[in-house]
């Protein structure tokens, strides 16, 4: 069972890039898979989450109308489409996969990282001219 992140590199201001989680050993439909990312000198932050069973989607704030979040179950993989990338995105960037129940993570709660209990290797995303 574990989760494999790729995609990260370096990116000018206002481009794009598309980060990518691979599940094994368990279908994406069956957690709720969730992108975190953690700069330098900074705490762990959520980024966007996909609800288990319905997809329900979730952003934090600041990447609202940036940022996507999408899965294909297909490829058994959950995308984030990151666009007008700025400078402040800088990060190593983790997918992880926690409890589908939504009293556990939902609209208010899907960005307690100590509620996710699998965890992918980091990729990391440089936004810089």
């Known amino acids: 069972v574990q989760l494999q992140a790729c995609g990260g590199g370096l990116v000018q201001p206002g481009g794009s890039l598309r980060l990518s989680c691979a599940a094994s050993?368990?279908?994406?439909?069956?957690?709720?898979i969730a992108w975190f990312r953690q700069a330098p000198g900074k705490e762990r932050e959520g980024v966007s989450a996909i609800h288990a069973s319905e997809g329900e989607k979730y952003y934090a704030d600041s990447e609202k109308g940036r940022f996507a979040i999408s899965r294909d179950i297909a490829k058994n993989m959950v995308n984030l489409q990151m666009n007008s990338l700025k400078p402040e995105d800088t990060a190593v960037y983790y997918c992880?996969?926690?409890?589908?129940?939504?009293?556990?993570?939902?609209?208010?709660?899907?960005?307690?990282?100590?509620?996710?209990?699998?965890w992918g290797q980091g990729t990391l995303v440089t936004v810089s001219s």
């Open positions: 050993g368990f279908t994406v439909d069956s957690k709720t």
């Open positions: 992880a996969a926690g409890p589908a129940e939504p009293w556990i993570l939902g609209p208010d709660t899907w960005n307690r990282f100590q509620e996710y209990d699998l």
